[in-house]
């Protein structure tokens, strides 16, 4: 990667050893500011306020509770009043998050450095830095800006964050500075970038950028453009709920106008309007909503993915892409030894003790810790001199003194130690090729050496030459487990995975064919070649590819963003801050707990608390399934409303006493509510997923179920108000029609619930039970009944009720038939689609 380095914040007068003076640094603090990540713009809690009083969801929750309040249903009032906790609290909650994410970027930076001005190192705080300012600092230490490396001495730079790359970088000085006019682009390799950390030696660094200015001032900005909207289930609830309450809010009116004019008191008017808005408000759906979110968040929780959001455990259930970083989320993210080729004549403990000798623990490189922590038994020989790795040599020699005899060992890049071994043609060309075929298939490769020194003839320096080759190491960072079938689970479904990372094409490449992503021949590509495609507008290019190497955030966000706008349901995974942009921006951002960082568990929707790729599966079925039972459960209360409101409405409005006395509707949605927050939340899915075609508009209901819902509904209206009147007969016996009236709808009720639910869950039988037994006890038994209002049933009007249970429950299977013929074609399009 190339970065433009302006003359301009480099021209310095005077000494450049001596860093800036104070003056200098006067003028450039005014002109460049604090060396501070940008931060979000305040945002006050009347901002909040005036976002949350546009959600249409809020207002019904509010009107339907003071209208409870007002006919004096205090419990009702409370329940929507609790209700409204959640989404007053979700845009409290992100505000909160999406500051904390931005706050935690400056975590990584160093509070303090040390500095060159005046001529005189100090110590200052790292966001007075400026442009031009010399910074000195070394192993451990985090980079505090952007600058070009003025002097290196060994240094090894741990870029993951920014970049996504596993193995640590090495860094040369910049050869010279630009100056005047003269505009330089500089490889990174002389770059040091703000956020990451030395891992060994010192530098002496030269700012360029500050603050915004920097790459990860860049990446806060991008996690600032990304919104959190309103998932369509939220908007397809909230759009359901407002029709519902305009219908309701009509139906209660008129009710009372034709009362009014029936002449029946104005009493009576407004009691019949009162029960009708009590039996017609949905309360139930937004309360149903959120129990099943929290339903939603607990089952993930068990399924180690910890979910921040509660809205999204239903669009996780919808993803139809996954955009997974490599590093750490595919991959376990760290180096491990996992091939040992010994020369002919040294064993692979030998290969590796010789490797051991060549190296230390203090340098903290991952080559190193791989090669010792693979030693059985740690190594006691005294090291005499070493001349360590640089990025000129690409090799390390140690002189060690064991047990009375001098060795040299040697290990570093093949093609420099195989230059200082005696191999012949033959040998030197298999191994060559060996070399050639591991670096292709992603691994870190080095080469291992020694020699017997004479003790009498060394006096010092470096053996370049006569060294007897000892083998080669390989280094790969390793495939978490159950990646692989993770991947084939979404395969089968249809679900598309694209690794996005800054890893080498080669190392990305083998990763993908050993996880089984893309098949025997992944498709590769860089994110340079793929962004000037997507500029050149070919936005169908993402189509057929499997990797996307050497992505950078800007790059990772724009891959996320076209395939938005190609219509997938993109879930992004990552765990660093590189990451960041891309998990604001996506549909559902999926964080690394345990190797995630802080900004990237803050943005994300959903943290894995295992970092085991698999849970994302085990997520996205879960959701699914909520989804599904989210639609079961309203399918049942709408079945059961309309007929419910239809008799309110429609007996008083024909001049008959009134159907449903208030505590008729109590008894009521004692049965409903149970019925909708328990029995359908316990259905449970099947485990392996299953084709679902992407959409972002939702659908909640398809044509076909709403049409078999209304049938239903005007069915069992229709059974309802003729058992009203048959059992009302000419004495006009009002208790016992209302009694019928009441026990055919709660039969319609179970038949409903025995179909939708299919009595899978222990709540089905229990609640299904309950409300048949206690039916019978408050008709039949007189003394209750008549507190009621009712008067006990007859045989025949038993089995009419029971004959209209079963019409309910025969219609309702015809919408399930055809949801199931469904489940079975899109299984059967997975499977063809795997074939």
């Given amino acids: 990667m190339l970065r433009y ?14 860093g800036l003076d104070s003056t200098q640094i006067k003028i450039r603090q005014q002109q460049y500011g604090d060396n501070r990540i940008i931060e979000m713009p305040p945002t006050g809690w009347r901002d909040i306020l005036r976002n949350t009083l546009r959600d249409p969801m809020l207002w019904f929750l509010l009107g339907t509770s003071a209208l409870f309040l007002t006919v004096g249903e205090l419990t009702e009032a409370i329940i929507l009043l609790v209700a409204l906790i959640p989404f007053l609290g979700m845009d409290a909650y992100l505000h909160r998050r999406t500051q904390a994410s931005i706050a935690s970027l400056s975590d990584c930076l160093a509070a303090q450095t040390t500095v060159i001005r005046d001529g005189q190192p100090q110590r200052i705080a790292a966001a007075e830095l400026v442009p031009g300012d010399l910074v000195l600092f070394g192993t451990g230490e985090s980079c505090p800006a952007d600058g070009l490396i003025e002097y290196a001495e060994d240094v090894l730079c741990d ?50 950028f500050t603050g915004v200015e920097t790459l990860y001032g860049e990446i806060v900005h991008l996690a600032m453009l990304g919104t959190h909207a309103r998932t369509p289930l939220q908007g397809a609830v909230s759009n359901l709920v407002a029709i519902l309450l305009a219908v309701a809010a009509v139906i209660c009116l008129g009710l009372a106008w034709v009362r009014w004019e029936q002449g029946h008191g104005l009493l009576d008017a407004l009691l019949s309007a009162v029960t009708l808005a009590v039996a017609a408000l949905p309360e139930e759906f937004p309360v149903v909503l959120t129990f099943f979110l929290g339903v939603g968040v607990y089952r993930l929780a068990k399924r180690q993915a910890l979910v921040r959001r509660a809205v999204v455990v239903e669009n996780i259930g919808r993803v139809s892409c996954i955009c997974s970083d490599k590093t750490g989320t595919l991959t376990e993210g760290r180096l491990q030894l996992s091939h040992r080729y010994p020369a002919q004549g040294f064993s692979e403990e030998r290969l590796l003790e010789i490797a051991a000798m060549a190296s230390r623990h203090e340098t903290s490189d991952p080559v190193d810790l791989a090669i010792l922590n ?49 191999l012949d043609g033959t040998a030197l060309t298999g191994w060559q090729q060996r070399i050639d075929e591991l670096a292709s298939s992603g691994h870190k490769v080095i080469a291992c050496a020694w020699q017997t020194l004479d003790g009498a003839s060394w006096h010092g320096g470096e053996p370049d030459r006569d060294f007897i080759f000892a083998g080669v190491l390989a280094f790969e960072d390793p495939v978490r ?75 990772k966000l724009l891959l996320v963003q076209t395939l938005q706008n190609s219509g997938e349901i993109v879930a992004v995974t990552g765990d660093g801050i590189n990451d960041v942009p891309a998990l604001q921006a996506a549909d559902i951002g999926i964080a690394m707990g345990q190797r995630g960082t802080r900004s990237a568990r803050e943005v994300a929707a959903i943290v894995l608390l295992d970092d085991n790729f698999h849970s994302i599966v085990q997520a996205i079925g879960e959701g699914r399934q909520l989804f599904t039972n989210l639609q079961l459960s309203f399918q049942y209360l709408l079945m059961i409303h309309l007929p419910l409101v239809l008799t309110a409405a429609l007996i008083p409005l024909a001049g008959y006493p ?11 949605e004692l049965v409903i509510h149970p019925t909708a927050l328990l029995v359908f939340q316990e259905i449970a899915g099947n485990k392996k997923l299953v084709y679902q075609p992407p959409t972002k508009q939702l659908r909640f209901f398809s044509r076909w179920q709403w049409f078999v819902m209304g049938l239903a509904g005007l069915t069992v209206t229709v059974i309802v108000t003729l058992a009203y009147i048959r059992s009302l007969g000419a004495g006009y016996d009002v208790d016992h029609a209302r009694a019928m009236a009441l026990v055919t709808l709660i039969a319609a009720s179970v038949g409903i619930t025995a179909v939708l639910s299919r009595m899978h869950s222990s709540a089905a039988w229990y609640i299904v039970s309950l409300t048949i037994g206690l039916s019978c006890l408050l008709v039949q038994i007189p003394a209750l009944a008549g507190f009621l209002h009712l008067a006990p049933l007859h045989v025949d009007d038993w089995l009419l009720a029971i004959a209209s249970g079963m019409i309910a429950a025969t219609l309702t299977l015809l919408g399930r038939a055809n949801g199931l013929r469904i489940f079975r074609k899109r299984q059967t399009q997975s499977q063809q689609h795997c074939d």
Avoid at 5 to 18: K, T, V
Avoid at 658 to 668: D, F, K
């Fill in 481 to 555: 487990e159950g990646v692989p079938e993770a991947v084939r689970l979404c395969r089968d479904a249809q679900i598309r995975i694209i690794m996005i990372t800054g890893d080498h094409p080669a190392t990305a490449c083998a990763v993908a064919r050993e996880i089984g992503l893309g098949g025997a021949t992944p498709q590769v590509v860089t994110a340079d070649e793929i962004q000037t495609q997507l500029v050149r507008g070919e936005s169908d290019v993402l189509r057929n590819i499997d990797v996307i190497a050497r992505a950078v955030p800007a790059q």
């Fill in 374 to 422: 693979s030693l059985e038994t740690p190594l006691h020989d005294a090291a005499v001199e070493s001349f360590p790795f640089t990025e000129d040599r690409k090799c390390e020699v140690a002189i060690i003194r064991s047990n009375d005899a001098l060795l040299a060992v040697l290990k570093g890049a093949p093609e420099i130690v195989l230059a200082r071994c005696k």
């Fill in 159 to 208: 870029e993951s964050l920014l970049t996504g790359e596993a193995f640590p970088v090495r860094k040369l000085a910049v050869t010279a500075l630009p100056h005047q006019e003269h505009a330089a682009h500089i490889a990174s390799a002389s770059w040091l970038f703000a956020g990451t950390r030395l891992l060994k030696g010192n530098v002496r660094l030269r700012i360029v």
């Fill in 5 to 18: 380095a302006p003359p301009d914040r480099l021209n310095i007068p005077g000494s450049l050893q001596d």
């Fill in 658 to 668: 009134m159907l449903y006395l208030p505590i008729h509707i109590v008894w009521l």
